[in-house]
């Protein structure tokens, strides 16, 4: 089960931090991450983190701006979302999954938001201008 909560709204250049609490399956053994799906637009994966090495995925759209990073005693990932601007405006989905390759799923696209296995509920992000 996954539980993410943090979202609201902010304006242009301001943060935000997202959560997602992982129960009911080994923490270590998932990768976990965030796809968001704005206004008539695909679902698009954001950013995931391995939990057993902690390799990172990032989409080009928010390198630089956003942070991953997981609490595995909390088994807990975060999303630190910093210089957020109104493109950025969507709801925003925890998600996880287990493939050899690391956040094999985020990298592409609706594709990937298929296949992957869990997904918690949204939690929505509006970054007025």
């Known amino acids: 089960q996954l539980q993410a909560s943090g979202g609201g709204l902010v304006q242009a250049g301001g943060s935000l931090r997202l959560s997602c609490a992982a129960s009911g399956f080994t923490f270590d053994d998932y990768a976990i991450g965030w796809f968001r799906q704005a206004p008539g637009k695909e679902r698009e994966g954001v950013s995931c983190?391995?939990?057993?090495?902690?390799?990172?995925f990032y989409a080009d759209s928010v390198k630089g701006r956003f942070t991953i990073s997981s609490d595995n005693a909390k088994n807990t990932v975060y999303l630190q979302m910093n210089s957020l601007k109104p493109e950025d405006t969507a709801i925003y989905y925890c998600a996880a999954d287990t493939t050899a390759f690391p956040c094999l799923y985020w990298r592409f696209g609706v594709a990937g938001a298929k296949s992957v296995g869990s997904w918690g509920q949204g939690t929505l992000v509006t970054v007025s201008s």
């Open positions: 983190i391995r939990n057993s090495d902690r390799r990172t």
